[in-house]
């Protein structure tokens, strides 16, 4: 067995029991180990590298051990299969060259098809509806171009004010792309003041009052920053109800809550996300689109078109003509970037082991909800006036994913690093949010336990 061979998978039962999460204080470790013993999704984290300390600057006694890595929201961490599954690729590309394209073990011609049973079941589509393709941003641009349709009366597009920065981008150059002053057509959702929060009803009173004049919605999932799970449901029934088009970024979402795009208000009309987040596919891994069934056929709106996207009986004969295939697929562009694509595979296997999120959220809210009340009790470590850390997802689990977000009133990106140098993966973002991701794939309730014993002696010293 070569050194990178992953043990085999073990497969966890839908209803198997989860420990309770630890009470006000995140207890001892040794009771942290104890969770973990009771916890059956655990023996899953085998089936993971995780960095080690050195990788951290760590250079004693504590070099090789196991980072507590809270950032699979950012790159999640990489399957040890990812290796033999890259591997097999270039076997079959020294083995038969270009005849790889019919004759690897996964022909190459229909690569993006191995992605679609998986990606169907994380995003709750219908058959046709999802593709494994290009980057999250060149997705959403393809998206815009086809479904962003202004005409004078109604010409608005809605994006959130806190947007990550690459949607706020694409929308704000699709405003200029049709001739119209950002200003005048773009339109953003601030959150409540004080919470981050973005509130549905502010949502739904805006669709209420100005929905005749709004082409597009473009909301994030899970948001990035407060890990806040949006109400896509009510969401998109209200957009629908409105005539607006509504697109959903999953970037956050995808393998970290339950999803259910075809049903969920009617359907949303489209959705982007990447891969190498919470699906551990890798950095620049292939990204996904998501197009409802009801434009599957739709020959009336414009694409911008690739032969990948047409009928592939038409390609292949390299007729001049476009004829686009249906359903998502018909948005690709290009051949698929196959090395870079593979690791998806083996990661797609550990969530059909894992019982998909359905399965996984079980952990994933109890291990979360661990860290929160971790977070709060190393916050009353300093009593007073101002929190030293106050944690700004929402507390109920429908409402959030794996992501705790804490608000640092201090220097923030000092306490990201102490953390660091202990061990503590997580990341900080201006202005002031560290945040904490908990992925129920590999973290331990030991992990948990590090973090928030880690803040509450970074409090304690006013670190
Ligand atoms: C991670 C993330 C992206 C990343 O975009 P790429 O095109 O993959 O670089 C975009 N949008 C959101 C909301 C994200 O969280």
Redo the contacts with the bound molecule.
């Keep these: 067995m070569s050194p990178n061979a992953p043990p085999p998978i073990p497969v966890i039962p839908a209803e198997a029991p989860l420990p309770e999460a630890p009470p006000d204080d995140p207890g001892s470790e040794a009771q942290a180990h104890a969770h973990d013993a009771a916890d059956p999704f655990a023996p899953l984290r085998e089936q993971f590298f995780v960095p080690v300390m050195a990788a951290y600057g760590e250079r004693g006694e504590g070099a090789s051990r196991p980072c507590a890595y809270l950032c699979g929201n950012?790159l999640g961490l990489q399957p040890k299969a990812a290796y033999g599954a890259v591997r097999q690729e270039l076997q079959d590309w020294a083995v038969l060259g270009v005849e790889g394209h019919f004759q690897a073990r996964r022909p190459w011609l229909t690569y993006h098809e191995s992605f679609t049973e998986g990606l169907r079941r994380l995003v709750g589509a219908a058959p046709g509806e999802v593709v494994a393709m290009g980057?999250?941003?060149?997705n959403?641009h393809l998206m815009l171009a086809s479904f962003y349709r202004p005409t004078p009366a109604r010409f608005r597009i809605v994006i959130e004010e806190d947007?990550?920065p690459?949607?706020a981008y694409a929308v704000v150059s699709h405003a200029a792309f049709h001739r119209m002053a950002p200003a005048q057509a773009v339109t953003r959702i601030r959150a409540r003041p004080g919470t981050r929060l973005i509130d549905t009803e502010d949502v739904l009173n805006l669709f209420d009052r100005q929905g005749r004049s709004i082409a597009l919605a473009l909301l994030?999932g899970v948001q990035?920053l407060t890990g806040q799970a949006l109400d896509i449901a009510r969401i998109t029934a209200a957009a629908r109800a409105q005539g607006i088009t509504v697109g959903w970024?999953l970037?956050?979402a995808i393998g970290n809550v339950p999803l259910s795009m075809h049903q969920w208000g009617g359907g949303a009309d489209f959705a982007v996300w990447?891969s190498?987040?919470y699906l551990n596919a890798g950095p620049g891994s292939p990204?996904g689109v998501f197009v409802h069934q009801r434009h599957a056929e739709r020959t009336d709106i414009p694409r911008l078109a690739g032969w990948f996207g047409n009928e592939p009986s038409a390609r292949m004969a390299m007729r001049p003509d476009f004829v686009p295939r249906a359903g998502a697929e018909g948005w690709q562009l290009s051949e698929m970037p196959i090395l870079s694509s593979a690791p998806l595979r083996a990661s797609l296997e550990l969530f059909d082991a894992a019982g998909w999120a359905e399965n996984l959220r079980r952990k994933s809210a109890v291990l979360s909800a661990a860290l929160r009340r971790g977070v709060e009790w190393a916050a009353s470590a300093r009593p007073g006036a101002e929190a030293p850390l106050r944690v700004v997802t929402p507390e109920r689990a429908p409402e959030r994913g794996a992501q705790v977000s804490v608000a640092v009133a201090g220097d923030g990106r000092a306490l990201q690093q102490r953390l660091l140098r202990q061990g503590v993966v997580c990341d900080f973002r201006q202005p002031d949010i560290i945040r904490l991701a908990p992925a129920p794939l590999y973290n331990s309730f030991h992990d948990v336990w590090r973090a928030a014993d880690a803040l509450r002696r970074a409090v304690e010293q006013g670190w």
């Excluded at 980057?135 to 060149?138: K, N």
């Design positions: 950012s980057s999250l941003t060149g959403l947007a990550f690459t949607d994030p990035y970024d970037a956050h990447c190498y987040k990204a």
